[in-house]
Structures are given as C-alpha cells and as structure tokens.
C-alpha cells in the first residue's frame, strides 16, 4: 500500500552533475602561472589547497587534463598514502593526501622544485645516520673485525 507521500515529486538540490564546472579553472591556472615565476624569481615555493575553493570532480578532471603528466610519482605510505605526482610543467606538483581508509584529505598543488612531503626532516636524517653506523659496527663486530 503507498502512502500519500509517495505521489509528492522530489527535486535534489545541490546534486552535481559529472560535467559540473565552477568556472574556476582559468583563474588557477593564472594563479599557478603565477607562483611558477615566483619560483623562477625569488625561489619561493607556493601551495595552493583545492579543497579550500569551490572545485568539481570536473574541475580536477579539467585541471589534471591541462596539466598533464610529468616523469616523477611518488607514493608516501604513512597515516594512508599519500600520493605526489609531477604534471608536465615541472616545478608544478599533485599532491593527495587520504587516511587509512582511502579517502581523500586534501588534494593540493605545490608550485615548487620539490615537494615538502619528500623532503627528509634533519632530524630523521640525523636518525637515519645514526641507524647507519650501529648497523655498521654490527656487522664489523660480526665479521670478527676481518680485512
């Protein structure tokens, strides 16, 4: 049996459609010229945070289009991957963070020679030597200090 709410038409506002656009490309893509000369100039590095503006799963398939695909991707696994692509301006990086379950975080560029996601912190730097050096006096004591 069907009520009487059944027969009421239901509209969905705010739905977006796959071909949605906001019309915000243009001005990124000036805005990422932009911070490319920054860099050549001054050396300074810029990141521009996609989640924080009105951006369609369109839009990011009309940005990655224009900007296509560099010879560089990484894939950081830490808290969830997180995944660094080049696109075919270098300086110009993709960088998507997600959490454990695969979902995204924040999807950015970083204008920049290399992204601060794969810049090793001198701190673990300064572990990783000191990991180096016991692992190598443990092999040496192991050897029997043979030459």
Known sequence: MMSGLDSIPVKVEGATEAS???????????????????????????????GAMPFSAQDEADLRERLGQGEVNAEIMAFGPTIVEETAYPGVWLVELKDAED?????????TRVPEILVAPIDDVRDGLTALREAQATTEQGAGHAV
């Open 20 to 50: 949605f656009r906001t019309e915000n490309l243009r001005p990124l893509l000036l805005q990422v010229e932009e911070a490319l000369q920054n860099l050549v100039d001054n050396d300074e590095s810029m990141t521009i945070d996609l």
């Open 103 to 111: 979902r995204r975080l924040t999807l950015h560029l970083e204008i």
